[in-house]
Every structure is written in C-alpha cells, then in structure tokens.
C-alpha cells in the first residue's frame, strides 16, 4: 500500500482535510489570498476522488504592503495566519487526518511544522521550492516571511521575531529536511546570503531532470528515518515560468530553469506514496496573473496526477 494511512499513526488517505489561507504574503489586495477559491472553482476538491472535505478558510485582517513593527511585511495578517492555521492543521492530525494546506506561500510551513511536531513529538520536512528560502531576518530587504521560513524552523535567525513566530523558530534539525527544485544561486549572491547545503540535503533543479521519481523517493526515505511523521511542501515557482507563470508579482526578476510539470508530478507523486507523509502545503499561485484560469485547472490536474495512487 501507498500514500497517506501506511504507517502507524498516520492520517487515513480517505480522511483529507483541505484547509485554504486567503493571505498574501506581499501585502498585495487579491494576489495569493485569491488562490483557494479559484482553486476551488477550478475542482480542487474532486481532483481527491471523494478523499477531500473542504473546511472554511483561514481569513486574515485586510493587507498593508509594509513592515511592522518586527521589520515583516503585512506583519499583522501574517501573525494571525500562523495562530488559526497552526491551530487547524493540529486539530486535523490530531484526529488522524490528512491536512492539505492551500494558497498563501511558503511561510504557512512556520503554522504546519510546528504542528505536526507538537503532535508526532518531532517533524521532518520535504521541501520543494525554486529558492531556499533561508534569508536571516537581519538581511532580508523586503520582510517577506516566505523568503525566510527556513532559517526560522531551523534556528539560524528569528530569535527576536514577535509571537506566535518565536514559539516556531528552530522546530526543525537539519537532518530531518530535505531541499529539491532550488536553482536561486544568483539570487543569493546578490543579497548576500549564503547557501545551507553545507549542512541540510540540497537538490538543485539541475539535478532533478533525470529522475525526479528517485529523487523524491530518497528524499521522502531520509527523512522518514529520522522522525515520526514529516510534512512535503511545494512551491509552485519550482516549475520554469515557461510552464507556470502565474506566481510572483508583475515585473519580479526570475530565476532561468525550473522543472517541467512532468517532472514536478513524478517528484510529487513519488513522495506522496512515501510512509510517514502526514500533511501537504501547496502555494504560491496568484490568479491574478491568470485571467483565464488556465493555470488553476493545470495545478487541479497535477493535483489529481499525484495523488492517482491513493485510491
């Protein structure tokens, strides 16, 4: 047997919790907090086969495009996601279901690892995502929260971040995380921020096209070794804007590369068929960027791909 249900206390595959985070991480009106209803509309749902129940979405205070007080952007909107979706994603494994996290970006990880590691008693983390995201708070210029996520499970920044995020800073040991799809290596050079490979298991996208079936599965083995129950995480800009552009902001500088949706399926499906998986995220689709819909159907197909050998 594969996917969700095949470990001891693991959440059923046949008990998806489908949980939507109208935030956007830029402050922006609309963006990324627009994602789970289109979604939604484009058959999120129905691509689980009869699996999912839709649950309300996480709503946050109206957006400000600023920094707060900490130096995060649309500090207060993010803050509050952390605490209800925290609170959401533990009572769904608490009750042996299997959370999937949708819209929003990457930082709703510092919500769901922390919760998968209050209930298992540790957390592991797959991670597949075009950038690292472990920019230290001190350097990060914008104040995005999903360009440090990382840094702040692993402990390497945040410890003078507000609550509920410093109760979230260091939740995840380096062994227990797995990296696959980066390919931001200019980026980091220019703002001066150096890789974590040296210490945390690092796949670039350049290495990924051959077999990310293998990729994945290796991935998904390691990190079950080392703890009771590990959440995976996709970043839609792993894809190359040739095959996924609806995701950043109008005008953003983009990384060349990326993998193919083919490639991201094989990568996907292969580590949601892995023991031990006990929660997905899937984020950083801005329909805004995609009058037609066009994308939303395609992240609904890839959705329905990945997940085929559930049922």
């Not at 995020?165 to 990296?179: D, F, K």
């Not at 329909?287 to 085929?308: C, M």
Request: hydrophobic share 45%; charged share 20%; glycine share 12%.
């Amino acid at each position: 047997m594969t996917g969700p249900g095949i470990s001891a206390g693991s959440p059923r595959r046949e008990a998806v919790d489908l949980i939507g985070v109208c935030l956007d991480g830029m402050g922006r009106t609309g963006g990324q907090a627009r994602a789970p209803a289109a979604l939604r509309e484009a058959g999120l749902a129905a691509a689980f086969r009869e699996c999912a129940r839709l649950t309300s979405d996480v709503i946050v205070s109206d957006p400000v495009p600023v920094r707060g007080p900490s130096g995060l952007l649309n500090e207060r909107a993010l803050l509050e996601m952390l605490e209800v979706l925290y609170g959401r994603v533990r009572a769904a494994l608490a009750e042996g279901r299997f959370p999937v996290v949708y819209g929003a970006d990457c930082s709703v990880l510092l919500a769901a690892v922390p919760a998968l590691a209050d209930v298992a008693g540790d957390a592991g983390l797959v991670f597949i995502d075009g950038h690292e995201d472990a920019t230290p708070m001190e350097l990060s210029a914008s104040g995005e929260a999903a360009n440090m996520e990382v840094a702040l499970l692993l402990g390497l920044t945040g410890q003078q971040a507000p609550q509920p995020l410093l109760s979230r800073v260091g939740r995840l040991r380096p062994e227990a995380l797995v990296m696959l799809g980066m390919r931001d290596d200019s980026f980091r050079r220019e703002i001066g921020v150096p890789t974590i490979a040296d210490g945390v298991r690092l796949v670039a996208a350049a290495d990924l096209h051959q077999d990310p079936g293998r990729a994945g599965r290796q991935a998904a083995r390691q990190v079950a070794a080392q703890v009771p129950g590990w959440w995976l995480h996709i970043d839609l800009d792993v894809l190359s804007r040739e095959e996924f552009s609806a995701c950043g902001a109008p005008g953003e500088v983009t990384e060349p590369g990326g993998l193919t949706w083919a490639e991201l399926g094989a990568l996907a499906a292969s580590v949601l068929g892995s023991d031990g998986i006990r929660g997905w995220s899937l984020g950083v689709y801005n329909p805004d960027l995609d009058p037609q819909r066009r994308s939303a159907r395609r992240i609904v197909e890839f959705v329905a791909d990945a997940t085929s050998n559930w049922t």
